[in-house]
T-cell receptor, first 118, second 110 residues
Framework: DTGVSQDPRHKITKRGQNVTFRCDPI?????LYWYRQTLGQGPEFLTY????????KSRLLSDRFSAERPKGSFSTLEIQRTEQGDSAMYLC????????????????FGSGTQLSVL | QKEVEQNSGPLSVPEGAIASLNCTYS??????FFWYRQYSGKSPELIMS????GDKEDGRFTAQLNKASQYVSLLIRDSQPSDSATYLC??????????FGKGTRLHILP
C-alpha cells in the first residue's frame, strides 16, 4: 500500500499525559500537513512542512503541540499535557508540489488517529 | 484570520436533481480552490479543483469560481444516493497553505 499511513489509529489517554502520533506520507511527496477534525467540523489546519522545513504552525495552536519531519520523510505530532479539548481526529495529508510552490496541489489523506482524552 | 465559509446543511436533494453547494473565502489573494468529499467515518478525498474564473466540468460535477465575489460553488448533476456525504471547500491562500471550510452535509433522497 503506497498511501498515507498514520499510526496509531486510535489512542486513549488520561488528561495530563503526553501522546505522539506518526504519519508516513506517500514516498515521493514533499509536503505534509497536519489537521485536526472534530465531529461536524471541517479539518482545522495545524501545521505543514515542505520537505523537513516547518513552514507554518497555526497561531491557534498552543505550545503543547509540536511537530517534526526529520529528513523530510515521516512526521510526528506530539501533544504534551493533554486536555479533554484535545480529543479529536488528527489527520495527516501529503502532496507533491513542483518547485516548492504551485497552484495545483492535491492532498492525499491518511485514515487519521482518533484521540480520546479521559 | 483567513476563513472559508460554508453552510453546514444538511442539504436535502431528490435523487436525479441538481445539488448546489456554495463556499465563500476571505483571502482575496487566494490562488487555488478545491472541493473534497468526505463520507462518514472516512477521510476527505479530492473531487474537483479550479484555479481560473468560470466553470470547470468533470463528469457530473461542475465547479464554478468567481474571484471578484470570492465565491466558489459545486454543482452535482443527476444526484445519486452515493453522493450523500459532506462536501468540504478548501482554499490555497497567498500564504500557500490549504485551509478548509466546515463542510456542507448533502443528503440525496431516494
Amino acid at each position: 500500500d503506497t498511501g498515507v499511513s498514520q499510526d496509531p489509529r486510535h489512542k486513549i489517554t488520561k488528561r495530563g499525559q503526553n501522546v505522539t502520533f506518526r504519519c508516513d506520507p506517500i514516498s515521493e511527496h514533499n509536503r505534509l500537513y497536519w489537521y485536526r477534525q472534530t465531529l461536524g467540523q471541517g479539518p482545522e489546519f495545524l501545521t505543514y512542512f515542505q520537505n523537513e522545513a516547518q513552514l507554518e504552525k497555526s497561531r491557534l495552536l498552543s505550545d503543547r503541540f509540536s511537530a517534526e519531519r526529520p529528513k523530510g520523510s515521516f512526521s510526528t505530532l506530539e501533544i504534551q499535557r493533554t486536555e479533554q479539548g484535545d480529543s479529536a481526529m488528527y489527520l495527516c495529508a501529503s502532496s507533491w508540489v513542483r518547485g516548492g510552490r504551485a497552484s495545483d496541489e492535491k492532498l492525499f489523506f491518511g485514515s487519521g488517529t482518533q484521540l480520546s482524552v479521559l | 484570520q483567513k476563513e472559508v465559509e460554508q453552510n453546514s446543511g444538511p442539504l436535502s436533494v431528490p435523487e436525479g436533481a441538481i445539488a448546489s453547494l456554495n463556499c465563500t473565502y476571505s483571502d482575496r489573494g487566494s490562488q487555488s480552490f478545491f472541493w473534497y468529499r468526505q463520507y462518514s467515518g472516512k477521510s476527505p478525498e479530492l473531487i474537483m479543483s479550479i484555479y481560473s474564473n468560470g466553470d470547470k466540468e468533470d463528469g457530473r460535477f461542475t465547479a464554478q469560481l468567481n474571484k471578484a465575489s470570492q465565491y466558489v460553488s459545486l454543482l452535482i448533476r443527476d444526484s445519486q444516493p452515493s453522493d450523500s456525504a459532506t462536501y468540504l471547500c478548501a482554499v490555497k491562500g497567498r500564504d500557500d497553505k490549504i485551509i478548509f471550510g466546515k463542510g456542507t452535509r448533502l443528503h440525496i433522497l431516494p
